[in-house]
Nanobody, 124 residues
Framework: QLEFVESGGGSVQPGGSLTVSCEAT????????VGWFRQAPGKEREGVAC????????TYTDSVKGRFTISRDNAKNTVWMQMDSLKPEDTAMYYC?????????????????WGKGTLITISS
């Protein structure tokens, strides 16, 4: 069974840090671009970060640049996202997803394997 298992969500205060992880089971990630996406209540899902299959090409949405760091270990079939200096507006359900049609790109409509999501709440 092809599946992404996300973990690491939770609740932290503003300014805190969290690391979320995404492990693929049933398939190997090493030739696919992988992205993290989020959806806040009442808002559309948006792309947060994307990492190419090799890990050499990384992109972030502007609102998280300098605060979030995406990384991967293909030997462990896992992608992580370290989130620092968290803000209340980062509160959302976070999803990882793979694009089996690209080694570099993470368009929302093009991602074809999705995890079930992990909830992150930033609140004082």
């Amino acid at each position: 069974q092809l599946e992404f298992v996300e973990s690491g969500g939770g609740s932290v205060q503003p300014g805190g840090s969290l690391t979320v992880s995404c492990e693929a089971t049933g398939f190997t990630l090493d030739v696919y671009a992988v992205g993290w996406f989020r959806q806040a209540p009442g808002k559309e899902r948006e792309g947060v970060a994307c990492i190419s299959s090799s890990g050499r090409t990384i992109t972030y949405t502007d609102s998280v640049k300098g605060r979030f760091t995406i990384s991967r270990d293909n030997a462990k079939n896992t992608v992580w996202m370290q989130m620092d200096s968290l803000k209340p507006e980062d509160t959302a359900m976070y999803y990882c997803a793979a694009n089996t049609r690209s080694t570099k790109l993470c368009p929302i409509q093009g991602m074809n394997y999705w995890g079930k999501g992990t909830l992150i709440t930033i609140s004082s």
